[in-house]
């Protein structure tokens, strides 16, 4: 997992309340393998019509794709991102996409898990202040946004500063782009232990069949 | 030195919790479930070079990419992949695997439940939201993502941050003609999406007790629509009754000491809940969604969108409504009943009781959830009622509650359907949804559009 430390961008925004997860990689693509990116597939719906040309209204312009000049890896997004379901591939789609920070008043529970152990930092602010951020990048929409982790920080062109939190746990996790796995390790020797005196003291978890 | 009173879902946490670091406990998994969506955990484990760390506690159930036509998968080389991939996974790692054609086989939350592999005290985990669904047995149950599903096949431990609780009571009595998935949709239209986000949600009340353990788990599924990960009721006799019959379920003197285990799993009088709603079951009628979000609904006898505002208009526009009429009346172009929501046999006997002896009016697939429950209608002489009417009986699975194994809903078509999501394109791009339960899900059929299943002239001509 690549680590998250400083991001500068300028800022995508997908202002919709509630954009949910169905939205974001639409169910028909979650059969692809992650091999040649899920890019493809953020917002599809919303940025292909039914024959598979760009719409005029797409919430994504071209401007910010992966790899153009303004490629944008910083996403404002409306209240609750993320809602729906646990399905994987839409934090894969933004992160293919090259997003590497998602702004918002409320990221839903398990988009956010998600997020954060694919190396995508979810910061949620309150109402007034993502609302002067908003109106700060629709008002300079070149302007670049840099994101700050190690300082807690979300530093505007302009100078003005924003702190954000984040729980220590995940922001290692970001800051040093730890795989689960692999960490988990450090506590075999708990969780042996535990299963040992668990399985013995209640018989019936393991399933008969089994 | 006493006990603090301590809420259900605290206790099964804590009698879980393997090791703690900072805000995140470690917890010991005893059930865990995996389906074709689950190959990017398999791609993940593989790369991490670990072996499965239990394989006796992780299930492989093809649910998702299987189409209610089952000879539509020799045209459709992906999705047969997908379930074929999910077959050299579990066979890989030597999982216990309810593939085609096996008789226990059936969307994971319906299949599971009824083998007795969902008991109450256990964490579950599988990698789909709709994991709520095995709290109706007082077991904490939740959906993952594909890492953690990784994690789980590794270590059989997860990382989880404790959420808040939130005691959701449901006072009186649920009216003849209203269910479970009613009470539902008036709950999460009165606390919104977004309503129990953070939090456990326990439903406690009398009539939370008096549901069958169906309709426990329709309440129970349709919670993360909510924002819960979590939604459970405490496992009472109704609760021990269905398991005693359950084949993977403990059996003789493992089950009487299950069960006495099972008995302390309640939240104590005075446990505090960090949240707390009142809802009065006499309130709730049959509710539909209108929109394009579950909160979004009406009583089948309220105008929709009551307000028009710039939130709405969207909606509106998708589903092509207008605000302000009644949601009576409706046409509708196809309807589904099925679904982890929907599909149990209670819902189809629901379904048949209005479909019995009438002919449905506009093109209606049902799907039990599983092959057991699809054996059982066939014998009780549902499928024949639903046949007779006119209806298509497919093969048991996710079909059309989710457009990615080839049932789908047309773009611009509307669907009365039972399942849990009405988002846009979530039955099709372009497709409309309307949930509702299978009683008015089966009265719509007849009739081609909203009607109220209470109302006797509306349903089948007796
Ligand atoms: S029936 Fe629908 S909601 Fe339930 S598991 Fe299948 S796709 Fe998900």
Redesign the interface.
């Known amino acids: 997992m690549k680590p998250v430390t400083q991001v500068e961008s300028p800022a995508l925004l997908l202002l ?3 954009i ?1 997860t ?2 974001i990689i ?3 693509f ?2 692809k393998p ?1 091999s040649s990116g899920y890019h493809h597939y953020l917002l599809y ?1 919303a940025r292909y019509d ?1 024959q598979g040309q760009p719409r005029p209204e797409s919430p994504i312009p071209e401007s910010t794709a992966p790899g153009s000049s303004s490629a944008a890896k910083i996403v404002l997004a409306g ?2 991102i993320g ?7 839409a ?2 789609a933004f992160v293919d996409y090259g997003i590497q920070v998602i702004i918002s008043t ?1 990221i ?3 988009f956010r ?2 997020a954060i ?2 190396g995508l930092l979810p910061i949620m602010l309150q109402q007034a202040p993502f609302d002067a951020l908003v109106a700060y990048c629709q008002a300079h929409p070149q302007a670049t946004l840099t994101v700050d982790l190690e300082a807690y920080e979300i530093r505007r062109e302009d100078g003005s500063c924003l702190p954000f939190e984040l ?3 995940s922001r290692e996790r970001l800051l040093k782009g730890i ?4 960490a ?2 450090a ?2 020797r ?2 042996d232990a ?2 040992k005196h ?1 399985l013995a003291e ?9 | 030195m006493t006990q603090p009173p301590l809420t259900l879902f605290e206790k099964i946490w804590r009698q879980h919790v393997v090791a703690s670091s900072g805000e995140f406990d470690l917890l010991w998994v005893d059930r865990h479930f995996v389906h074709e969506g689950s190959f990017h955990a398999f791609d993940k484990l593989d790369s991490s070079g670990r072996p499965l760390a239990f394989p006796g506690l992780t299930f492989g159930i093809a649910d998702h990419y299987v189409p209610s036509d089952l000879s539509r998968l020799d045209d459709d080389p992906e999705v047969a992949g997908m379930i074929r991939l999910l077959e050299d996974n579990t066979t890989k790692h030597q999982l216990t695997y309810l593939g085609l054609g096996h008789g226990d086989r059936g969307i994971v939350h319906v299949a599971a439940p009824e083998l007795g592999l969902t008991l109450p005290g256990l964490i579950i985990v599988c990698g789909d939201s709709h994991t709520t669904t095995h709290g109706a047995f007082g077991a904490l149950a939740m959906g993952i993502g594909a890492t953690e599903v990784a994690h789980v096949l590794a270590t059989q431990t997860l990382w989880q941050r404790r959420p808040k609780t939130m005691r959701i009571h449901v006072e009186g009595k649920l009216a003849a003609g209203v269910t479970a998935k009613d009470l539902a949709l008036h709950i999460i239209h009165q606390i919104g999406t977004g309503g129990a986000t953070g939090h456990a949600v326990e439903y406690t009340g009398p009539a939370v007790a008096a549901l069958s353990m169906d309709a426990r788990m329709t309440l129970c599924n349709m919670t993360i629509e909510a924002g819960a990960r979590v939604g459970m009721v405490a496992p009472d006799e109704t609760t021990f009754a269905w398991l005693r019959d359950a084949p993977q379920a403990p059996q003789g003197e493992t089950f009487e000491q299950a069960e006495r285990h099972w008995r302390t799993l309640y939240s104590d009088t005075d446990a505090h809940y960090d949240k707390s709603v009142s809802i009065d079951a006499g309130e709730v009628a049959p509710r539909i969604t209108w929109g394009t979000s579950p909160e979004q609904s009406v009583a089948v006898d309220e105008p929709f969108a009551p307000t028009d505002s710039e939130a709405t208009r969207s909606s509106l526009d998708y589903m092509g409504l207008t605000a302000g009429r009644p949601i009576l009346g409706l046409e509708v172009d196809q309807v589904f009943i099925g679904s982890c929501t929907n599909s149990r046999l209670s819902d189809l006997r629901d379904a048949a009781d209005v479909l019995k002896g009438g002919t449905v009016k506009v093109p209606t697939l049902i799907v039990a959830g599983s092959n057991r429950v699809k054996a059982q209608a066939e014998a009780e002489g549902l499928a024949e009622i639903f046949r007779n009417a006119g209806a298509s009986w497919g093969e048991s699975g996710c079909s059309m509650c989710v457009a990615m194994n080839g049932d789908s809903v047309a773009p611009g078509k509307r669907c009365a359907s039972t399942s849990n999501r009405n988002f846009p394109g979530r039955q099709g791009p372009g497709a409309r949804t309307h949930l509702m339960s299978p009683a008015m899900a089966a009265a719509a059929a007849l009739n081609g559009k909203i009607v109220d299943v209470r109302q006797p002239a509306t349903g089948a001509p007796s």
């Not at chain 1, 809602?83 to 591939?89: F, I």
């Not at chain 1, 795989?179 to 692999?182: L, P």
């Open positions: 919709d309340a509630n949910d169905d939205q639409p169910a028909r979650l059969r992650r719906d039914m209240h609750n809602c729906g379901s646990s399905r994987e591939g934090v894969y409320k839903a529970d398990i898990n998600n152990r694919n729980d220590d746990g795989d689960d796995i692999q988990t390790l506590w075999q708990e969780i535990f299963a668990y209640q018989p019936w978890v393991v399933p008969v069949n089994s």
